[in-house]
């Protein structure tokens, strides 16, 4: 079974947080589910910040709300742009996913590495550069701190 990732772009308005027609970061890459909310971190990567729940003031109709605590979502969180962009993309961690073959022809795509395996990598070359180009589309909608996502995992 598998997990994704459902997430709502939203920019603080004069009447609270709106929810805005882009969408970001929902992608199906585990290396930033364990990045946001050390979802599936089979990396063992630094985590920004551990799941928070939703906010208090998350822009959802009452309905929304109700249906959503179905059993299949878990991890909700909410990051703001501000926070997203302060964090250290140059630090370096030891990525400890690797590939390693279980028995003939089966492959553990998570496996945790041992002394010796897996690479040393900085978080920017980890998150790779389709994360930062979400972080530039965020930032066109406001100023860092009216920004924010707010995503909750399903599995």
Known sequence: ?????????????ADGWRTSDLTALNDGNYGIYGFLADVRNYSHS???AEPRGLPDDVDMTAEEREDWGDGWQHSASWLTLAELLAFDYEQVFWDRRIEREIAPGCIDGAALAEE???EHVTMRDFLGEWYFGQLEMLGTLGTP???????????
Do not use: H
């Open 1 to 13: 079974m598998g997990t994704s990732i459902d997430t709502r772009v939203e920019v603080r308005t």
């Open 46 to 48: 630094p985590v920004i």
């Open 116 to 118: 010796g395996e897996g």
């Open 145 to 155: 701190e009216d920004v924010r996502i707010v995503f909750w995992f399903d599995s």
